[in-house]
């Protein structure tokens, strides 16, 4: 796998790099690393130094290699970076190669026996007898596996010069309460910081030294985020079927869900969780629930959309309100489950035959995972249909650095449904009327007691009434005002977030996971290249306004995406075809997170030839 | 008669204008059929009508919900005061399953058609039977697909013909068999020829709580009703073979039964109704789930229509329960109840920090 | 239903009309109203008459109303025509709306007891006692209804002057050898002929004569015609799953399979026919069939578009040919399954969750319908990935005259399949290796008896070897091959059919069931408003340079389809965004096939805006 | 021992280094498997391993295919030499039907879990049942989704816990009771930890001629294989209790058996086979359906884990010779068999006309 670790940067020796690196640690996948990754993260964290962690793991359960990747940012960039500066190389397999795709000048960690050595001679080695080690921390030969794990992490503090204190209150959290285990890492940290004391002598420029940037700050990955998000905006009746890298949304969910939603005097819970037997199921279970009233959802990646098609289709026809989270991984088909992509955006939010398309919220950080969980159970209810948060694998299973989630001030919005009461005093209702002329009707749920209030959902053709119907007219009627209430949706949904610099002559547009890319691209085209940029960041389909006047107001506009088929450019070239030659392509789609350099090339080789 | 087991308090006899809500027959009808004239479809609308009406169920309380298919039609022909969702092919299970979860106050009934059950909504059939939703589920089989004009469906019998002659080489599926072995708890067959048995058969499976499952043989007069075909009201009517006599008092009538010791297997439901099984050809137990196994399987070895209560059991948990709800529908539940306060965010945020 | 019969022609009672007209029969589906309508269509065809018939029908299987138009034209038009010219008013359900909705001057030809005249006296009225002359033919009250039908073929034909002799030929064939069914209808018909001539006074312009127009020509649907083309493009593994307007499709090629591919001698077939239990099944059988090197196929509508998604984007990602029709009808999802509809052409064509697309062909007569049904097959087996045929209701379900089919002179083309043989020649096997550099690879059957034969195909990444990978390159190599092979595609697929008007500045751009229509319109904008326009009849999706130099050559080009959202105008746009200002849009979505004065009316509205 | 009926000629002992024809086991392997160290599935792939070298079956005449899981991976991990299709999750049915259409020369194998074939694909699993197209229906049991890292599927017993503590409160799915139900002629039950009875029912199935299921209890060392887990190494040892000792006697050997009689079911297989049972508890007739039936419910019911070949019908006609195709495979036919001569069109055309 070479072009994991690939491309090490080309540091000099000369002088100290501080707070400014990268670490990966290559191991097995099963064996226990995650924990020491953890801590590893977590104390330069503590540090007050901004810090991301990416896992890039096989899509298996044990025994094959997984990287993860920390990135120490005093700057705060938190995307991915190209670049291996500190490589742990723990798993024979991968070591040669990892090892061999270090730039000249990069750290090299890892087991003496390994020789990596003769592998290279221009990489920084330090060698340690991980085994002797090991067995200093335990008699017992099943936990030395594990244990070696930590006793990298002191080899690594030692180094860099991590505070002990600070990796210990992170083991104390990562283990909380179990003072057997704690004791038990606490020591092999020891065992490996003394022993890389006294045996290694520091040959290489990386440090971290104490900051002020994290205070405050948690580190939370998406899809944790969004299930905060999904609790807290009322969630009540949760379907799923288990598919990475979506799975974890849910089960996050679940936890938080018996902690805060169930009565604690009368034991009752506030939500239903359903395990589906597939997706169809899943998103038919969600569409009955929405129906009758409830705020509903469901989880799934790429394979579960497609085989939600029908179903989403019949929920934009008869305009029924959920929400479905869609972890974007690599298709088509199965693809890489366990790899990042953007490849479903033009696919959801088409989804279905006929003439359909469906509000799609488009998080971009963790944050917003939170945020537009919330608002997308408040535009499903207000326009009664199905509505996709698009996140992806990168964002949604990688660790993120992020300012505390504010509590929402906002009360829900349950859109327009008549009560008894109501239909009482207006005196009739029909459920496909646009009342209003925003092109969104009033609904009644079932169990309304009043003799107009009932009304019969189909799939088929349908008038105002909801009476079934082949009327041309009718049909018509009712596509149309479909129509009219996309339409309206343009100025509800999440607008763009715009930073507009007056001086460029050039802009970026992205979405979702990309974004982070795209911010340290602009410092490095303005840094590096003097090249200025406004960049608009996409927060949701339908567009709005500002997408438009973004666009006019430059010469070349990027569209930034992790696609093949430069989808969101496509969409975006069909909502202003009168300046769709401004619209320019940058696409990364080898199911790695994109990271900011190959923004940068791919905008500085286009702006060549412009 | 088991009628007569409720006949002695003068309950039977005309069925009164107004039922014990005030309502009347009217009150449960739905739109015009558009069905086939003849249809057995028809005839089970006819029946759902009644029992709803004599059971004097709040209709805006029920969700009526189908499939596609002539079958899955009917839902719009009955209760048009109740909410309804003609759902898409084969799915109807998974709808039901979210709108019990919504709103567990809500009475259910499904209806479907072979070929929405049987065939593409075989999966999410065995799923909500396992889980034991709380619904009435009504199969129409008629052994062959009416709405897209007459081919064969999983349920028509090995050597039945179509009109064109074409023969079926295909072993049927039998919807009960597979309802028991999936431990469903309330699992019967009738014939929409016979509006007696089945009225109280619905009657019962209204009553149940837990997912009732009824697979009634409606004849398709337009595609299926011909010599040869097993699914045919003429077929039907000559080989049907009740298990019983059943006989339904509900919770709200006082029961006054008047029969031999013994010849009556008395089933207490869930809302305090009772079954009256007065058996006809020896003992049949509906409770021994084993036996109900055996009795379908020899049936159809016999080439006997066997109708009745096949199997019940009434301890059997049913999924809203277990999951243990808030008394109010979810679906009714506001802010206060749906939106943790500040504090559990900020505990949440502490633990990420 | 007002709209059915809507907007009657405006014919004047001067003179003669003669061969251009069009007759609408209203009645109650299930009545066998069938037969008669297709004696009456016959009966005019064979006097050398051009003509079509459209079924406008509910869906469900008795007892709602049901339309059957004929258009007669001389000039050899045969798309729909809004104008009714003859009612034929059998349906008391609908009759008052259908005699309002004509124009004055119109011809009404009902059963006396309604009493039509009593709604309208500015439209000819003969009205006809048919329950007493129903009683004349037949003493079966069952049968009654039946042969009412057949009385008012006598009382039409007689009106119109249609030859006796043909009408017999025609009833004749319509119930082949039951000679004592021949003998009553032949007898219904001449009650109602004798009765009219002797009772009915002939007082509108509407007359059929012979004509040399049809000799040689052959009336057939697209789903018949698509069924011939498959068997003769030797269809072998066939799986489906009841749909309207699919079914017959399946249910007619069944019908020929048993005819002429079951071997006479040894009763063996060379096809097998699988009722699938529903769509997902459906194209999992066709696209094992065509993985293990059958020629599969499978056939559906809208919905089972839709549930097929999953699958689908796996045959893109493994490379597995098959052929999937889409014979389509309104959406979204269930929508209204017995109207028309161009409306999946963007989902059929994006179809699957990922960046995927396929090649899509799209027939716009009976002739093609036939015709590439065959390349459809062979496209599937040279681009080894499944291949939708685009039909659709009005196109696979309607009676089109057409010319006869020839019968197929190319042999077929397997694609590249290597045998053992060929295998131990090269000394090698890589499946998914470009060895040609077309994008195009190598795949072998199972069962090839050679050491080197197999390969694991599967939906998840894999390598050229077809091993699974994780690897970056390894997936962007993949996918930009597939990329690849698509372009190879574009000049393999059917070219679009070009008719350039040197002096027109406008273009119009259909595709499908839209052609006959555009024909017609062109005609009309140049005859009545001198609009001279070229035509360009696409074909198949991925696009080929024709396109290109069509649009770039014409001022403006008019994108005519059925549906709503303009969604081949929008492809094209993608296609080429430099000149997405020059495509305007015609949309014709309620449900009823696309007729000329609705797409004359709508090119000069834009025109006179330009 | 019931191998000790081919014993007495001597082909038992250790296994011979090449087949009869002429292969080595080597030539049956396939790629290293990636699954956890101690995984059942690996064991059971050791066993088709076995089973197909022992056979002395073509590989390249095998088609082997899955779903999606980790059971759906290990047809990576056998006969390489023979064709292998990983298809969607749930699905392989589905193409398993369509590549016996399309070339019934194939012996094919597919292995699915329980996720797979009980959750998302159940639809598919019952309507290939009914079919009973020709194949080896392997599915590895674990009563978990393994590959999405352990979720509990409709195969978990009720009462059974996750390492987490969280209980599964659905009954489970019986997969053998199913395909009994749903008339499949092969079914057959047995553990990934029981090699000798798996080989041999491995080695029966693929002598069968239609659709042969195995449900074989698998255990996930990850996820599912502590204490409180019913489908766990240790609880799967113990619990077992198999019906019959089983012996297959291909049918290029040749039979001597030697034991008491009337202690000994002798089943013939469809390709000359033959398959022993040799008693050990009381007499079971695996050709009686309905028994096999109870005798799966009753096991339930007392919570054994009862393995062997439930039930078995070498008379049921099978999908594809039903539909009595060409001789040779139709994917190899060629175009003088498919395409008719142009005299059909013509007369196609004139009846058009
Ligand atoms: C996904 C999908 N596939 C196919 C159809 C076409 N279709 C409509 S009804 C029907 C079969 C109905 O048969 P059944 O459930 O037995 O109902 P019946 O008409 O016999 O009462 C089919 C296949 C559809 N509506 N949706
Ligand atoms: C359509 C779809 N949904 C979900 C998934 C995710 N998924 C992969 S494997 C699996 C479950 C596998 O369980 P099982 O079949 O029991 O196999 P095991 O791993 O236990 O052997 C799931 C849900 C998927 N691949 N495709
Ligand atoms: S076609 Fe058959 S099932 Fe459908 S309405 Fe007519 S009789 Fe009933
Ligand atoms: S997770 Fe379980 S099923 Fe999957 S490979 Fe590991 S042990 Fe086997
Ligand atoms: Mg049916
Ligand atoms: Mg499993």
Not at chain 1, 136 to 145: F, M, N, S, V, Y
Not at chain 1, 433 to 462: E, K, M, Q
Not at chain 2, 80 to 87: E, I, K, P, Q, T
Not at chain 2, 120 to 149: A, D, F, S, W
Request: hydrophobic share 40%; charged share 25%.
């Amino acid at each position: 796998m070479k072009t994991l670790a690939a491309e090490s940067a080309s540091k000099q020796g000369t002088g100290r790099i501080v707070n400014d690196f990268s670490i990966q640690v290559g191991t097995v996948n099963g064996s226990g690393s995650q924990s020491s990754n953890n801590v590893l993260m977590r104390s330069i964290f503590q540090m007050g130094i901004p810090v991301s962690g990416k896992n890039l793991f096989p899509s298996n359960i044990a025994g094959l290699p997984t990287w993860f990747t920390i990135r120490v940012s005093k700057d705060g960039y938190i995307a991915r970076k190209r670049e291996i500066d500190i490589l742990v190389a723990m798993n024979p397999q991968t070591a040669h190669d990892d090892v061999k795709s270090l730039q000249p000048g990069a750290v090299c960690i890892s087991p003496a026996e390994m020789k990596l050595d003769l592998v290279r001679s221009d990489v920084k080695h330090y060698q340690v007898p991980f085994g002797d080690l090991a067995a200093r921390a335990t008699d017992q030969i099943k936990l030395r596996k594990l244990l070696t794990n930590m006793i990298y992490v002191g080899v690594v503090g030692q180094l860099l010069e991590i505070d002990q204190a600070e990796i210990e209150t992170a083991i104390r959290k990562q283990f909380e309460g179990k003072v057997k285990v704690i004791d038990l890492n606490l020591n092999a940290v020891k065992i490996g910081r003394d022993w890389a004391k006294e045996s290694l002598k520091k040959e290489d420029p990386y440090y971290v030294e104490k900051m002020d940037k994290t205070a405050g700050k948690i580190i939370i990955d998406g899809n944790a985020a969004a299930a905060i998000g999904c609790m807290f905006a009322g969630a009540s009746v949760v379907t799923w079927y288990p598919i990475t890298p979506s799975s974890s949304l849910c089960e996050t969910l679940i936890d938080y869900l018996k902690q805060y939603r169930i009565d604690k005097k009368t034991g009752k819970a506030s939500f239903a969780v359903i395990q589906a037997e597939d997706e169809l199921a899943a998103v038919g279970m969600a569409l009955g629930a929405g129906w009758a009233g409830a705020r509903s959802m469901t989880s799934t990646s790429g394979p579960g959309i497609s085989l939600m098609a029908e179903f989403v289709g019949y929920g934009y026809f008869t305009e029924i309100p959920t929400v479905i989270f869609d972890i974007q991984r690599v298709g088509p088909s199965t693809g890489m489950p366990t790899r990042t992509s953007q490849a479903d955006l033009l696919p959801a939010y088409f989804l279905s035959h006929g003439d359909t398309k469906h509000i799609t919220l488009l998080p971009g950080s963790v944050e917003e995972c939170y945020e537009m969980a919330g608002a997308a159970f408040d535009l499903a209810d207000r326009f009664q249909t199905p509505v996709f948060v698009l996140s992806d694998l990168d964002l949604g299973m990688n660790n993120w650095m992020a300012d505390q989630f504010t509590y929402p001030e906002k009360p829900f919005d349950r859109g327009k449904v008549l009560t008894a009461e109501q239909i009482e005093k207006i005196g009739k209702f029909e459920r496909y009327r646009d009342v209003d002329g925003d092109g969104i009707c009033y609904r009644t749920l079932p169990g309304t007691n009043h003799p107009l209030a009932a009304y019969f959902t189909r799939g088929s053709g349908h008038n105002e009434k909801a009476g079934y119907t082949e009327r041309p007219e009718d049909y018509l009627n009712l596509m149309d005002r479909l129509n009219k209430k996309f339409d309206t949706a343009r100025s509800y949904v999440p607008k763009p977030a715009v930073d507009r610099n007056p001086t460029a002559k050039i802009g970026i547009v992205a979405f979702g996971s990309s974004h982070f890319a795209v911010e340290e691209s602009r410092d490095q085209l303005r840094d590096e290249e003097k090249v200025a940029t406004s960049y608009l960041r996409l927060r949701a389909l339908p567009f709005s306004d500002e997408l438009r006047k973004f666009v006019e107001t430059h010469d070349r506009v990027y569209v930034v995406e992790q696609n093949r088929d430069a989808q969101l450019r496509d969409l975006i070239r069909l909502e202003m075809p009168d300046l769709a030659m401004k619209l320019m392509s940058v696409k990364h789609y080898n199911g790695l997170p994109i990271d900011a350099r190959f923004v940068t090339d791919a905008i500085l080789e286009q702006e060549r030839k412009a | 008669m088991v009628d007569s087991v409720t006949a002695t308090k003068g309950t039977a006899g005309p069925t009164p204008a107004t039922n014990r809500i005030g309502l009347t027959l009217a009150d449960y009808k739905g739109s015009p059929s558009t069905l086939c004239d003849g249809c057995g479809h028809d005839a089970i609308t006819s029946q759902i009508i009644k029992a709803f009406f004599e059971l004097g169920v709040e209709p805006h309380m029920v969700a009526k919900l189908s499939g596609i298919g002539c079958s899955s039609k009917t839902p719009a022909y009955f209760l048009n005061r109740a909410h309804g969702f003609n759902s898409t092919h084969g799915r109807m299970p998974s709808i039901a399953t979210g709108v019990g979860m919504a709103n567990s106050q809500l009475i259910q009934i499904g209806v479907s058609g072979d070929g929405d059950s049987a065939s593409i909504g075989m999966g999410q059939l065995v799923h909500i039977l396992r889980r034991n939703i709380p619904m009435v589920y009504v199969v129409e089989n008629n052994g062959v697909y009416g709405l897209t004009k007459g081919q064969f469906s999983a349920t028509a019998d090995l050597g039945s013909k179509l009109k064109s002659g074409v023969m079926n080489d295909l072993p049927p599926i039998d919807l009960c068999g597979l309802a028991v072995e999936l431990g469903c708890a309330f699992v019967a067959r009738s014939f929409a020829g016979d509006p007696k048995q089945l009225v109280s058969l619905l009657k019962a499976a209204i009553s149940h709580k837990g997912t009732a499952f009824l697979d009634v043989i409606s004849p398709c007069v337009t595609f299926n009703n011909h010599d040869g075909s097993t699914k045919s009201y003429k077929y039907a009517k000559e080989a049907e073979t009740p298990l019983h006599e059943i006989g339904y008092v509900p919770f709200f009538e006082q029961i006054a039964v008047d029969y031999e010791p013994g010849s009556v297997t008395e089933v207490k439901m869930h809302d305090g109704s009772h079954v009256f099984l007065k058996k006809l050809h020896g003992d049949y137990d509906p409770t021994d789930r084993l036996n109900a196994h055996t009795t379908i399987f020899k049936a159809n070895q016999d080439k006997q229509f066997l109708t009745g209560l096949l199997y019940i059991d009434e301890k059997k948990p049913d999924f809203t329960s277990q999951l243990n709800l808030t008394d109010q529908p979810l679906a009714l539940l506001k802010e206060d109840s749906l939106r943790p306060p500040k504090e559990a965010l900020d505990e949440i945020m502490q633990s990420l920090m």
